[in-house]
């Protein structure tokens, strides 16, 4: 699975729009780009999950560029229940296994 | 429908002891991973069953352990615990571990005093 490179940390304002990089630059053809986020003392939580599309949910957007070496999550009005730990995750989708690989993540801060 | 349940909550053990953690997946789901996360080292893959079968395995020593059930739940086992097995282990379950998305349960926080 590719390797992926995310800040350590950002802030964001309550209700405005979070803009979350994540850098993939070896990123094989066939890997999925997936985003869970985990929020203190909880299990990490599914978004969102693309292949070269944008993909949009009830949750977030997900943002590839066209070379997919990069993707943005976009989460369009933060809340303050929103702050929590972002994994950017690039992955095969018939990885049996479910061998998930987390990084260090983005800390996001949302404030009031 | 109701989601990944892991038990106990909360346990706290002595270096030493052993521990039996226990996971049950979503209804229908068939794969169950399970993890480790400590502040230090983040969250690391343990192993992953299958229809009662370890499919794949994380670089963890011997005394961790784990099995699947013939209705899918999981337990896990971890023998002679130290300390540095204090962490929170979360299990994770997808319908057939191919890759969807997993749906993680709320984890057991182990102290090891």
């Known amino acids: 699975d590719a390797k992926t490179t995310q800040p350590t940390s950002m802030d964001c304002a309550e209700g405005r729009a979070a803009n979350l990089p994540c850098n993939h630059s070896?990123?094989?053809?066939?890997?999925?780009v997936y985003w869970y986020r985990q929020i203190h003392s909880q299990g990490p939580q599914y978004i969102i999950h693309?292949?070269?599309n944008n993909e949009t949910n009830e949750m977030a957007s997900l943002i590839i560029t066209e070379d997919r070496k990069s993707s943005t999550l976009i989460l369009p009005h933060a809340t303050l229940r929103d702050t929590a730990v972002y994994y950017c995750?690039?992955?095969?989708?018939?990885?049996?296994?479910?061998?998930?690989?987390f990084g260090g993540g983005t800390r996001l801060m949302v404030k009031p | 429908k109701a989601g990944v349940t892991q038990t106990p909550r909360y346990l706290i053990k002595t270096r030493g002891q052993q521990v039996t953690l226990s996971c049950s997946p979503i209804?229908?789901?068939?794969?169950v991973s399970w993890y480790q996360q400590t502040p230090g080292q983040g969250l690391q893959f343990l192993f992953e069953y299958f229809s009662e079968t370890q499919r794949n395995k994380g670089n963890f020593p011997g005394r961790f352990s784990g099995r699947q059930f013939s209705n899918s739940r999981s337990e896990m086992n971890v023998s002679t615990l130290e300390l540095g097995d204090s962490a929170l282990y979360l299990c994770?379950?997808?319908?057939?571990?191919?890759?969807?998305?997993?749906?993680f349960g709320q984890g057991t926080r182990l102290t090891v005093v």
């Open positions: 693309g292949l070269k």
């Open positions: 994770a379950s997808s319908v057939t571990g191919t890759w969807t998305e997993a749906f």
């Open positions: 209804s229908g789901h068939r794969s």
């Open positions: 070896t990123i094989s053809g066939n890997e999925y």
């Open positions: 995750i690039a992955l095969l989708n018939n990885n049996a296994g479910n061998m998930l690989t």
